[in-house]
């Protein structure tokens, strides 16, 4: 008997090893050429690749639902999508419980990508306290919702947070962390021989360290370093706006010779008549040698008057905004060739350390110990939105140490800093006492995730 126990406990084994492997196993489409990193460009195949989208959360946030898994909802806007002439789609929050075969599908067949943000509501860094929402039980759901979208070739990059740092000083604390959960979603794709899909950040629309950020998320080991960096950027005012005076120009001067993918994960200003003009330097020789394009804000009227369109129920009206979109974009193909990209690509140095920018090393928080285990048994099953009331911000365990460099193992407490005796900068920027509520902050920080724009 135990040997016919062996067999069939061996049998069961790899039944379920074998139907997981076809879960996680791509999803090929001709349509979708997954999308890849060659120095400062993404590339869809041989061919340079430009994101021209929208940003896509229907509901927003006071009515979160997951567009992907209602093939109703999907459907009826990817046709709208369709006839703007879109490419990409960005989405704030999704449910990872859910199934999202058919939607993905649906954008792939209109030759649709994904951007995907993997925090949600009830999962994300706290603002206010990123070494102790920076856990465990935290990084189990974001790999559980990179599991359920690596399996798609249209799933072009996912975001590891939105707007966490703002334009308050206090707020640069969080970059040691969105840096180590970056290097950990990269780790985790890796380790689960994944595709390799890219992984970056998106960040606010304010000057403030903007450029110090993105040299840091691209400096360090190359297991560190983000694959590529986006910015929220609602400084080109139509009418009257132009390349120099939204200081477009001077953006493109700053990041000239960055080593890794530019985009812009939200524009559009609406404090003139919007004609995105814009989209005239975006995919032009004014900007494509550094930029590869951006994304829209947003699809669908959720109370702050940057929609496109309206929704009421299942019925869809175009705004004004929305034909505007459609003939710049029609007005302004994407180019051929190269654009002028930077072949070389690589590494930035780390800023310097000024009065706005006061992290002086590259030493990042090693993963938390409880979520070691998901880079060689996998994430298990995402949470979805199952739990309203729920919040990961104190729920697990932190990480107890630095890491060593591009390994994500700790090599000493938190309290004495690395083994050399030099603190990590997540440790050193770490403040003992806040006087207000953490969650209550943190809360600010995933509201940025689905307000956007409408905090500006």
Partial sequence: ??????????????????????????????????????GNAFFQGDNRFYVRG????????????????????????????KD???????????????????????LSDAGIYLVLDVNTPQYSLNRADPHTSYNDVYLQNVFATIDAFAKYDNTLAFFSGNEVVNDKPDSIKCAPYIKAITRDMRSYISSRKLRKIPVGYSATDVDTAR?????????????????????????????????????????????TGYGIPLFLSEFGCIKGTRQFKELGSLYSTDMTAVYSGGLVYEYSEEGSNYGLVKIDGGSVTEGKDYSALKSSLA????????????KTGGASACPAVTAGWP?????????????????????????GFSNPGFSSQTAGTPSSGDAKSGSGTGTSSSASGSASGKKSAAVALRAPEFGFTPIACGLVAVL?????????
């Fill in 84 to 106: 703007l002439g879109l490419n990409t789609i960005r989405i704030y929050s999704v449910d990872n419980s859910a199934n999202h075969d058919d939607c993905m599908k649906a």
């Fill in 359 to 383: 992290i002086g090393n590259d030493t990042l928080p090693a993963i938390p110990q409880g979520a070691e285990k998901y880079m060689t048994q996998g994430a298990g099953k995402g949470s």
């Fill in 211 to 255: 450029l110090e950020l993105a040299e840091y998320m691209n400096c360090g080991p190359d297991d560190e370093r983000s694959d590529f960096f986006a910015f929220n950027d609602y400084s080109w005012c139509d009418p009257a706006s132009s390349f120099q005076i939204s200081k477009w120009d001077q953006k493109v001067k700053n990041f």
């Fill in 448 to 456: 940025s995730t689905f307000l956007g724009a409408a905090l500006l």
């Fill in 331 to 342: 007005a302004n193909k994407a180019p051929s060739g190269d654009g002028g990209y930077n």
């Fill in 54 to 81: 929208v940003d896509y959360q229907p509901g927003g946030s006071s009515k979160l639902v997951d567009p992907l898994a209602d093939t109703t909802t999907c459907t009826r806007d990817i046709a709208k999508f």
């Fill in 1 to 38: 008997m135990k040997g016919i126990t062996n067999i069939l406990s061996t049998t069961v084994a790899l039944t379920a090893t074998s139907a997981l492997a076809a879960s996680l196993a791509p999803r090929q489409n001709a349509a979708t050429t997954p999308i890849t990193v060659k």
